[in-house]
């Protein structure tokens, strides 16, 4: 299957190909990490040198998450393509006959990127570091000459750490490629801000709900759980979200409660229609 690149990709892309640091400003779902994971896995298959490129993110569970992503392009790669790999594992991936690599770090691993010198280093959702000033301190001393960081984030607070570089780079104090994605351009968001307008109401609970249903996933195993509070401490919130009146909450709960520990999957599964609003089945 190609890859299809959407309108923020194309202009992230072109970004990239310059060979410049770049800072990105994003909302969610816009594709931008798979598109650095895209670029970060060209530039480790096609280099002809043993180059160090470090996916760094201020939890080493999101770092692999977005390892797993570069990982992704190659095994889509068809078999005879698939140049043999000397090194696969959760947080790194390395060429046999070239030696390039791709690390995934966190920013609080002991000795950070301080053991490297990488042609490339990515900072995922790097407003969101605690120590960013150190970090991205850390990360120029760890870059290789002419090499490049993507920064890419979502925003956090007035004065988080990629605020603080984008000011730096409008005051011509840092060399970054800013690049900033407003939310209201993106296709989805800009149909919800037509539902909003057309009904509020309507459009607010819709949010809510597609929010129940993700989040459903990650209660799977406190469903599972044998302590039972915990369960229903979970659905009380999903359902509360999902805008149930309070006596038909309290008759799911009764339900769902009555099937947790003697048939966990049923219990999920009654937990995710009446989030969707199709009640039970008794």
């Known amino acids: 299957m190609p890859f299809v690149f959407n309108a923020q990709q194309l202009v992230l892309l072109d970004a990239l190909e310059t060979g410049a640091d770049v800072l990105v400003l994003k909302p969610r779902q816009i594709g931008a990490s798979t598109l650095v994971a895209y670029w970060f896995f060209w530039v480790w298959f096609t280099s002809p040198d043993p180059v160090t490129l470090v996916i760094l993110s201020y939890k080493q569970k999101s770092s692999k998450h977005l390892l797993r992503m570069v990982r992704g392009f190659y095994e889509c790669l068809p078999v005879e393509l698939r140049r043999p790999l000397s090194v696969s594992s959760t947080s790194s991936m390395q060429l046999e006959d070239t030696g390039a690599e791709v690390l995934a770090m966190g920013a609080q691993d002991d000795g950070g990127t301080r053991s490297f010198t990488a042609q490339a280093i990515w900072l995922s959702e790097f407003a969101f570091a605690p120590n960013g000033a150190e970090l991205l301190a850390t990360t120029e001393g760890s870059l290789a000459p002419g090499g490049q960081v993507v920064a890419e984030s979502t925003a956090n607070h007035w004065g988080d750490a990629l605020h603080l570089a984008i000011q730096k780079t409008e005051r011509g104090d840092a060399s970054w490629r800013v690049l ?103």
């Open 180 to 282: 900033f994605f407003p939310w209201r351009d993106v296709p989805a968001y800009a149909v919800f801000v037509r539902q909003l307008k057309e009904d509020p109401a309507r459009a607010a609970r819709g949010t809510l709900e597609s929010g129940a249903r993700k989040a459903a996933a990650r209660i799977l195993a406190l469903v599972d759980s044998t302590d039972e509070k915990v369960a229903l401490a979970a659905a009380t919130t999903l359902l509360d979200r999902t805008g149930h009146p309070k006596t038909e909450r309290r008759e799911i709960l009764q339900a769902i409660a009555a099937r947790v520990v003697t048939e966990p999957a049923d219990a999920v599964i009654d937990l995710d229609e009446a989030m969707a609003g199709g009640g039970l089945d008794g």
